[in-house]
């Protein structure tokens, strides 16, 4: 697979994300998917998504930056949203906040097999000290 193909991809899983289709998700992420050192497999991956969606209802994933290196894909995720109550052990209830997630996916058989995610909880910490982020 070329970059090219493992972007287009990504953006693909992107958007099924984006649209919360959640029948579509095992185009995307392989049945035994490892998701920060844990297994999850797709059910897991699944039940990870449906539950942040459930946390922040207008929860959209921007890709702010993606670099496609087969068969990895390094992107920081932009978000601009509302987490209605504790998110991240945080009391946001309701707040505008804006994050970033840095993730690296590895795929196999042409789907997200691994994936290791950091949020950058601090942003959101400064934000709801009130201070700009």
């Known amino acids: 697979m070329n970059k090219a193909d493992l972007a287009e991809i990504y953006r693909n899983y992107i958007a099924c994300l984006n649209k919360q289709e959640w029948p579509r998700l095992g185009q995307f ?8 050192d844990r297994q999850v497999g797709l059910s897991g ?3 990870m998504l449906e539950r942040d969606f459930d946390e922040i209802p207008d929860l959209y994933f921007d890709v702010g930056m993606l670099i496609s290196d087969p068969p990895r894909i390094a992107s920081r995720i932009l978000f601009d ?3 209605k109550a504790r998110f991240f052990g945080l009391p946001v ?3 505008r906040v804006r994050f970033a997630e840095n993730v690296i ?3 196999r058989d042409g789907k997200i097999a691994q994936v290791w995610s950091v949020i950058d ?9 009130g201070a700009p982020a």
């Open 29 to 36: 992420v392989h049945g035994d998917a490892i998701h920060n």
């Open 45 to 47: 991956y699944l039940a």
């Open 81 to 83: 949203c509302r987490p």
């Open 93 to 95: 209830n309701g707040k």
């Open 105 to 107: 996916y590895e795929f």
């Open 121 to 129: 909880k601090a942003a959101i910490e400064v934000q709801l000290q």
